[in-house]
T-cell receptor, first 114, second 114 residues
Framework: GAGVSQTPSNKVTEKGKYVELRCDPI?????LYWYRQSLGQGPEFLIY????????DSGLPNDRFFAVRPEGSVSTLKIQRTERGDSAVYLC????????????FGAGTRLSVL | GDSVTQMEGPVTLSEEAFLTINCTYT??????LFWYVQYPGEGLQLLLK?????DKGSNKGFEATYRKETTSFHLEKGSVQVSDSAVYFC?????????????FGAGTRLFVKA
């Protein structure tokens, strides 16, 4: 595709429910990143994939958060037992490889936990 | 750890005014520096970048110079337009072992009045 695609664009859920957020990176990009942007803040790093493996998941806030990238392309961020504090915009980015390459961002998924 | 500090907003200017948004950083070694822009309802877009000391990044009339001695990367534009109204994020990618995650400032909202 032309850019990083994230679905859904908006997700409303109830406290305690499970959600999945999808990211489709730019074709050929081996590196994929997830960030979380709370209202009025800059994005904060969650997890980084190089290929299929999570090279760094140090930004995941707790074990309710998990992400996969089984075929080295599409990634899914999974949140269990959602809490109101999880409400934020979840951003995905991809880049051509590891190192300090420019990261291209998707439009994000706005998650609202009621 | 690495960090970015940028001036708080909102910044309100009249059309054709001069813009400066201050950004300073803390990082070991030689990070790459970026400015991203987020227009209302849209995703993050890279505005400009600089990868080494004294480099000047420029795009769409915006400029920023990588100042190692003052650890700064201030964003400037000589004559703003209403269409420049957006949130601007200063960011870095470090040169250390974490040299893949983008560290963002909190963002500065710019309003330009006609």
């Amino acid at each position: 595709g032309a850019g990083v695609s994230q679905t859904p664009s908006n997700k409303v859920t109830e406290k305690g429910k499970y959600v999945e957020l999808r990211c489709d990176p730019i074709s050929g990009h081996t590196a994929l990143y997830w960030y979380r942007q709370s209202l009025g803040q800059g994005p904060e790093f969650l997890i980084y994939f190089q290929g299929t493996g999570a090279a760094d998941d140090s930004g995941l806030p707790n074990d309710r958060f998990f992400a996969v990238r089984p075929e080295g392309s599409v990634s899914t961020l999974k949140i269990q037992r959602t809490e109101r504090g999880d409400s934020a915009v979840y951003l995905c980015a991809s880049s051509p490889g590891q190192g300090r390459n420019i990261q291209y961002f998707g439009a994000g998924t706005r998650l609202s936990v009621l | 750890g690495d960090s970015v500090t940028q001036m708080e907003g909102p910044v309100t200017l009249s059309e054709e005014a001069f813009l400066t948004i201050n950004c300073t950083y803390t990082a070991t070694g030689y990070p790459s520096l970026f400015w991203y822009v987020q227009y209302p309802g849209e995703g993050l877009q890279l505005l400009l970048k600089a990868t080494k000391a004294d480099d000047k990044g420029s795009n769409k009339g915006f400029e920023a110079t990588y100042r190692k001695e003052t650890t700064s990367f201030h964003l400037e534009k000589g004559s703003v337009q209403v269409s420049d109204s957006a949130v601007y994020f200063c960011a870095l990618i470090g040169s250390g072992t974490g040299g893949f995650k983008t560290i963002f400032g909190a963002g500065t909202r710019l309003f330009v009045k006609a």
